[in-house]
């Protein structure tokens, strides 16, 4: 069992199509040696693509994953390594409040930090991890451009960014913009129909889908038991072994092709979205997930 890998553009770098998120690293509370064994778990099963932010776990995940990867350095070239920046957060003490920062200063001196902290000498793919109101997009531009010919990021992209801001952005850049990462699930389908998977689309960009599971939502709360209901009779009519599997199968249905997050350390959780590439969900189905979750049928 292993996960296929697909270019996220024609310019842009091959990735495993489902992808380790380590948001909640610190809450798994691994120490490196263990850490190390979970990487190689998902590495063997083709999960080679990897997702971090400056900011996780307080601005400790990337340090800790670090720590991790220096006991067997070698791993890395079997890996993609997935960073973002453009937050501040309060749990730097020079950080008043939690705010936007997407100034070239900023975003270099971030990516600089992640290198270190991560243990690596360039990222695959360095994202503006939100839509900053403040943002240049000149200076945005500048401090990619900077990044890439230094050869600290292979590519770059963005993060929960409209169809309008990514046109922005990439209207400043001599090289194509990726991705965009979004949060895609069945709780949350704004981008199914605003107009930024369609981008993607039209640019032949694949996005990345994060929070597919709702942060963990979906398995508890009144009101998704309609959503349950409805995934376990599918997951009978389909054969699958859980529900998440097919959340899953239901964002890689999207003509897009999103590639989502696995936001799980667990093992069996890991090994279950895997599994989940094998589910093909016919139109219907996919269309019973998408009346379940949002309570009301098509127009």
């Known amino acids: 069992m292993s996960v296929s890998r697909v270019a996220l553009h024609e310019q842009g770098p091959t990735f495993s199509r ?67 920046c453009g937050i501040a957060l309060t749990a730097k003490p020079e950080h008043a409040l939690n705010h936007y920062n997407t100034g070239k200063a900023h975003i270099i001196a971030s990516a600089e930090n992640s290198l270190r902290k991560l243990g690596t000498d360039y990222l695959d793919l ?70 930024t998977l369609d981008q993607c689309q039209q640019l032949r960009i694949k996005p990345m889908a994060w929070s597919c599971l709702g942060g963990g939502r979906l398995f508890n709360g009144q009101e998704y038991a309609p959503l349950r209901a409805e995934l376990e009779q599918i997951r009978h009519e389909v054969g699958a072994q859980h529900i998440e599997q097919l959340v899953y199968a239901w964002v890689m249905m999207l003509p897009s092709q999103p590639l989502p997050l696995i936001g799980s350390g667990k093992r069996e959780r890991i090994a279950a979205a895997v599994a989940a590439e094998s589910i093909v969900l016919n139109r219907q189905q996919w269309f019973r997930i998408r009346k379940a979750a949002l309570g009301y049928d098509v127009p």
């Not at 340090?63 to 350095?73: N, Q, V």
């Not at 590519?155 to 895609?184: C, D």
């Open 18 to 84: 489902l992808i380790m998120g380590y948001w909640r690293l610190m809450e798994w509370q691994l120490s490196p040696a263990a850490l190390l064994d979970l990487m190689k778990y998902h590495l063997d099963l083709g999960v080679t693509t990897l997702d971090h932010a400056d900011i996780y776990g307080g601005y400790q995940c990337e340090e800790a994953f670090g720590k991790a990867l220096r006991l067997e350095p070698s791993l890395r070239a079997r890996m993609e390594i997935v960073s973002k």
């Open 126 to 195: 360095l994202l503006i991890h939100r839509p900053d109101p403040l943002m240049d997009a000149d200076e945005v531009a500048d401090a990619f451009i900077t990044l890439r010919q230094a050869g600290k990021i292979k590519h770059a992209g963005v993060s929960n960014f409209s169809a309008r801001q990514f046109e922005l952005l990439q209207s400043r850049l001599p090289f194509p913009l990726v991705t965009n990462q979004l949060e895609i699930s069945p709780l949350n389908q704004s981008t199914t129909l605003d107009g």
